[in-house]
């Protein structure tokens, strides 16, 4: 059974830093990869970002490309989302969601199967 729990969401001004996880279980896999989402009031669940499972591939959304960081620690079970530079239009629950044997880089939030319980970012002056 898979299990994934989201942390670190707060609130934090423009121009601040933040570091997501997210505690994954029953993931056993080499071709496991991790995604992050987002949602904001009134809008769709966007794709964030990827890692694949040994942290070598990564794949980001155009809209936060170097701004956000996808890595991962395996010996934790625990995927990490750093936000840099962050931005009030960054202010949504994060997610991270998975399906098993799923290819990196797969947008759609409706191809995956397990989400988190989500973690709030509101990015405010």
């Known amino acids: 059974q898979v299990q994934l729990v989201e942390s670190g969401g707060g609130l934090v001004q423009p121009g601040d830093s933040l570091k997501l996880s997210c505690a994954a279980s029953g993931l056993t896999n080499s071709r496991d990869n991790l995604a992050w989402f987002r949602q904001a009031p009134g809008k769709e669940r966007e794709f964030v970002g990827a890692?694949?499972?040994?942290?070598?591939?990564?794949y980001y959304s155009d809209l936060v490309k170097g701004r956000f960081t996808v890595s991962r620690d395996n010996a934790k079970n625990t995927v990490y989302l750093q936000l840099n530079n962050l931005k009030p239009e960054d202010t949504a629950v994060y997610y991270c969601?998975?399906?098993?044997?799923?290819?990196?880089?797969?947008?759609?939030?409706?191809?995956?199967?397990?989400w988190g319980q989500g973690t709030q970012v509101t990015v405010s002056s």
């Open positions: 890692i694949s499972w040994s942290g070598s591939r990564t």
């Open positions: 969601a998975f399906r098993q044997g799923l290819l990196l880089g797969v947008t759609a939030s409706r191809q995956y199967d397990y």
